[in-house]
């Protein structure tokens, strides 16, 4: 007889589900919430009474409870019977597959059916109260201790009925029973205040309905940033990404020039910045190439805005994805669609960084009375948060998670300068609708790691590291302001604290000098009454008594004396004076020496890197020498012993191989290395191209990036070998780089690598995106780049340029454009070392 069976489960396991999908008791409440919002409620109000019993309850006897009260849609029994005792089934998930809304146009934000389980995480018996329009208020009860082991589901009881008490609609919940009430009491209140207030989004343009929390009759504060806490920022900023394109717009206060600066900085900035409010050094910077579009601020609470912006496509190491066609077609038709960039969706982003302290002005933008006010603001707020549809999504932002790593971006140099994870607020704004890609891990931690949200992370830290740089850009170039002023004898009170031995060198002497005069003076009159004596003397031998003619010789000595020091005193004159003057040169050296100080602190990290490479080429051939050695004697002995060996003879001649290709690689380093840095050849750049195209063929061979050499007219140079071969490996390094990243959205294509020579000149294009028009201006400046920092810090082309200007010669990066509308072709003139012909 054949008998139909199914699938049961234990109770025990939905408890066990619900305990692993739910950390903690604020991620416990927001899901409840959530339901809420999902319901197109106005507001979720949440009451937590650790004392008292609830006024109606399925479950007397017990002290303490938590109710979360909605005006949302509600449900009717059909509701109830078909999805909300179902677990994991929900209605949700379809919506959103199907794009479909709330009447209140929300996408819903839950779609696993799982959020009431997290209501055992608060306690042990749940009932509900809820109403939708057209039906009758029903009430729904039963305890989570039923769910055991030796129990099946379906088994656990559930009491459903009409409810003792009418509502108009919506759903109330009622939680008993409580697990933690040392939670919801003292200091720990505090503490979950503050991660609730980080979950629920604080800003209104991130809010999209109320919430509030009442704990033993208390309200709590759950942490609104308001606009006056908001305008007292020494930095604002807004991100906006959509359909494709990164735009950001930012405006900075002149305080932030002012930063932590003491003693003299500050002077200068108080006595020469402010008296302008920043006009005299805003054009000192029209002449440079910031990073970004900058302009002088109409508003008068702000120094200067910017605005910047770039695609997707443009930037470097961005996650992509097969178009349907690719991914369905298992031909190698070359007019298949391209892979594309996984775009995350539309999103809104605001920072908004702080000083924190020495900002007067914050208080007179803010309105407020105290500058304790912000401070105790941003600390709790701290961090850039994402927030879907007014929720946290964890744990980007929360509790201090540098999820954009501004603290790396750091340096001891410029650490007031650039934004700090702890001195800015700042949210991120997206929705289930327009950001579906970014999909919730199932324990509400984290978004799913896939494609868009990694490019959601790129495009977002793209963003902090460009204004800190536009920081750092600004910070370089203060410095030089700050030098040039000071030369020009922009000179204030007390502005050498920090140099003051040469100042206390110039007042010493004058103070000296003052006193020396007076001594002259008196040695002047006494000189010229000795040499009147003895002047008369030698004239009337026969006049003078016995003892004048005795004292003669000693006058005429005294005399000379008085004249010598006469001379000494004149000198000390003419020192004092020039002390004077080198305080002043000092001064105008001390931010030289800032600036210097600074470019070695860049650079000495290169430094450092060179000389390993120096030691790592060193060791290197020695360790390929001693493994060629080897091989070949394997070979040799594997031979002497026959046949049988031929397998340890082909792995041999193997190891020699790729000992070989080693070989190359490093000897390619050696010109570079210090040892040959000063050695000056005479070589045809023909010549040294063509050994350069010979290394990277072999170097790009896997990734079959072509290397197209065309020799127009050669010529010879004159100069260290090592140092142009820097010049060209940066070059085409970039050039490797982005052809590789054109190659993730387009593998059809012949990619690789042209240059033409034709004397004086040397051109380098390649077939990859070309140069971003955000860029192009000013790419030669240091730290300009559109990888990520992990894979570039933007000094190539700078350090390129800066040795090609020590040679006499130049790199311009030509008006000539690609397919794509973008400059692509470097120039190299290298008249400075090219032997005339």
Request: avoid cysteine; charge should be negative; glycine fraction near 6%.
């Amino acid at each position: 007889m054949v008998t139909d069976s199914h699938f049961d489960i234990s109770a025990a396991v939905v408890r066990q589900l619900g305990d692993e999908l739910v950390s903690d008791e604020v991620t416990a409440l927001v899901e409840l919430v959530k339901n809420a919002y999902d319901a197109d409620a106005d507001f979720a109000h949440v009451v937590v009474n650790t004392a008292d019993a609830p006024a109606h309850s399925d479950f007397p006897g017990t002290s303490g409870f938590i109710s979360i009260d909605d005006n949302g849609v509600g449900m009717d029994r059909g509701d109830i019977d078909r999805g909300w005792l179902v677990i994991s089934l929900s209605g949700k998930r379809e919506m959103k597959a199907k794009g479909v809304t709330t009447a209140k146009g929300r996408t819903p934000l839950g779609d696993k059916g799982l959020g009431r389980l997290s209501t055992q995480k608060l306690g042990a018996r749940l009932e509900m109260d809820t109403r939708k329009e057209g039906s009758e208020t029903l009430h729904v009860a039963f305890s989570w201790d039923s769910f055991t082991e030796d129990k099946s589901l379906s088994a656990v009881p559930v009491t459903v009925r009409k409810a003792d008490q009418p509502r108009l609609k919506g759903t109330r919940l009622l939680i008993t029973g409580l697990r933690n009430t040392d939670v919801w009491k003292g200091a720990a209140v505090e503490q979950l205040a503050n991660d609730l207030a980080q979950i629920l989004s604080p800003y209104e343009k991130a809010r999209t309905f109320l919430v509030t929390l009442t704990i033993d009759g208390k309200v709590i504060d759950l942490g609104q940033i308001s606009e006056r806490v908001r305008r007292a920022a020494v930095g604002r900023f807004a991100i906006d990404f959509t359909e494709g394109k990164l735009h950001l717009d930012g405006k900075v206060r002149l305080a932030k020039l002012r930063g932590n600066q003491r003693d003299e900085e500050l002077e200068f900035f108080e006595n020469v910045v402010v008296p302008s409010n920043g006009r005299d050094f805003y054009e000192y910077l029209k002449g440079r190439s910031p990073p970004v579009n900058m302009r002088m601020s109409a508003d008068p609470a702000y120094f200067v805005e910017f605005d910047y912006s770039v695609e997707l496509e443009s930037l470097g190491s961005i996650d992509r994805l097969q178009s349907k066609a690719n991914i369905n077609s298992t031909s190698d038709d070359k007019d298949a669609e391209p892979v594309m960039a996984a775009d995350p969706g539309p999103f809104h982003a605001e920072i908004d960084e702080f000083l924190l302290r020495n900002d007067e002005g914050a208080l007179r933008l803010s309105g407020l009375s105290a500058s304790s006010e912000i401070q105790r603001v941003v600390k709790r707020h701290a961090g850039i948060k994402v927030f879907r549809d007014g929720f946290a999504v964890k744990p980007y932002g929360i509790n201090g998670e540098d999820w954009l790593r501004l603290g790396a971006q750091q340096t001891s140099a410029s650490s007031w300068y650039g934004l700090r994870p702890h001195n800015v607020l700042g949210f991120v704004s997206i929705s289930e609708a327009r950001n579906a890609h970014l999909k919730d891990k199932t324990d509400r931690e984290g978004f799913v790691s896939n494609a868009y949200a990694q490019n959601f992370r790129r495009l977002m830290v793209h963003s902090t590291e460009l204004i800190g740089q536009f920081y750092e850009w600004i910070r370089r170039n203060y410095t030089k302001y700050r030098e040039e002023r000071l030369a020009k004898g922009y000179a204030f009170e007390g502005a050498e604290r920090e140099i003051t031995s040469a100042r206390q060198v110039a007042r010493t002497l004058k103070s000296y000098t003052a006193r020396s005069k007076s001594i002259d003076n008196a040695a002047a009159e006494v000189q010229q009454k000795v040499e009147a004596l003895t002047t008369r003397i030698a004239a009337e031998p026969l006049l003078s008594t016995a003892e004048e003619r005795r004292l003669a010789p000693l006058l005429e000595a005294a005399n000379e004396a008085l004249r010598s020091s006469q001379s000494i005193f004149s000198e000390m004159e003419k020192y004092a004076s020039d002390t004077e003057k080198l305080a002043s040169v000092v001064a105008a050296l001390s931010p030289r020496l800032e600036i210097v100080n600074t470019q070695l602190q860049d650079f000495s990290e290169l430094a450092g890197l060179g000389l390993i490479a120096e030691s790592l080429a060193h060791e290197v051939h020695n360790q390929t020498d001693r493994l060629t050695q080897r091989a070949r004697a394997a070979i040799d002995e594997a031979r002497r012993d026959g046949d049988q060996n031929g397998k340890l003879v082909r792995l041999a001649n193997d190891v020699l191989s790729t000992a070989s290709a080693l070989r190359r690689q490093i000897a390619h380093l050696g010109p570079t290395l210090r040892v040959q840095r000063d050695r000056v050849e005479l070589f045809s750049i023909a010549d040294f191209m063509g050994d350069t195209k010979a290394y990277f063929e072999e170097r790009w061979h896997e990734d079959s990036i072509a290397f197209d050499l065309n020799v127009v007219r050669d010529f010879d140079v004159e100069t260290n070998r090592g140092r142009l071969l820097q010049v060209f490996d940066n070059l085409l390094l970039n050039s490797e780089y982005w052809i590789k990243q054109e190659r993730t959205r387009n593998n059809k294509e012949r990619l690789g690598v042209l240059i033409e020579i034709e004397h004086p000149f040397v051109r380098i294009s390649d077939n990859g995106p070309g140069i971003d028009p955000s860029v192009e201006s000013n790419l030669f400046e240091p730290f300009v780049t559109l990888k990520p920092k992990a894979m570039g810090r933007g000094l190539g082309l700078f350090i390129s340029s800066q040795i090609l200007g020590s040679m006499g010669s130049s790199i311009n990066l030509l008006h000539a454009r690609n397919v794509s509308g973008r400059r692509h072709v470097f120039e190299i003139d290298l008249s400075g070392v090219a032997r005339k012909v």
